[in-house]
């Protein structure tokens, strides 16, 4: 599972002209489910996702999480994260998960974000989405679990 957590002050996303998600604070994640990964590893991701520090405190030192400071997750499913791209220059696919299960799993993740007290607003699974991002920092983690 691989995640690109970005720190937003603003993300809206629309389908088809019309909103569908927006978030005024908090964390924009792009999540990519991998053959093979589990609820255990969902699990972790949202714990870590929950958990990671990187707002700033009082001292301007990273150190406070988006429950720290009341924001906000708008998680988006991104299979494309999984493209392999070391051989040629088209991207392969074949490392993301069937879209049945990642779709689980994305859910999943969600609620086990939301189970941590993260408001946690969502994409929608297979869509051509539209994202707007007015980025905080930049700040842009890349996880792997």
């Given at each position: 599972?691989?995640?690109?957590?970005?720190?937003?002050?603003?993300?809206?996303?629309?389908?088809?002209?019309?909103?569908?998600?927006?978030?005024?604070?908090?964390?924009?994640?792009?999540?990519?489910?991998?053959?093979?990964?589990?609820?255990?590893?969902?699990?972790?991701?949202?714990?870590?996702?929950?958990?990671?520090?990187?707002?700033?405190d009082g001292n301007g030192k990273m150190n406070l999480s988006v429950?720290?400071?009341?924001?906000?997750?708008?998680?988006?499913?991104?299979?494309?994260?999984?493209?392999?791209?070391s051989h040629g220059n088209r991207p392969s696919f074949s490392d993301a998960e069937r879209p049945e299960r990642a779709k689980f799993?994305?859910?999943?993740?969600a609620e086990q974000l939301r189970a941590r007290d993260v408001p946690v607003k969502t994409g929608v699974f297979g869509a051509d989405m539209k994202i707007e991002q007015f980025n905080d920092g930049p700040v842009s983690i890349i996880l792997e679990i």
């Open positions: 599972m691989r995640a690109v957590v970005q720190r937003v002050k603003r993300t809206v996303l629309s389908v088809d002209g019309k909103l569908i998600s927006d978030i005024d604070f908090g964390l924009a994640v792009f999540l990519g489910v991998k053959t093979g990964d589990s609820e255990a590893q969902a699990e972790a991701m949202a714990k870590k996702i929950a958990n990671l520090r990187i707002f700033q429950k720290d400071v009341g924001g906000q997750v708008l998680l988006v499913s991104q299979f494309t994260l999984l493209g392999d791209c799993l994305y859910e999943f993740v």
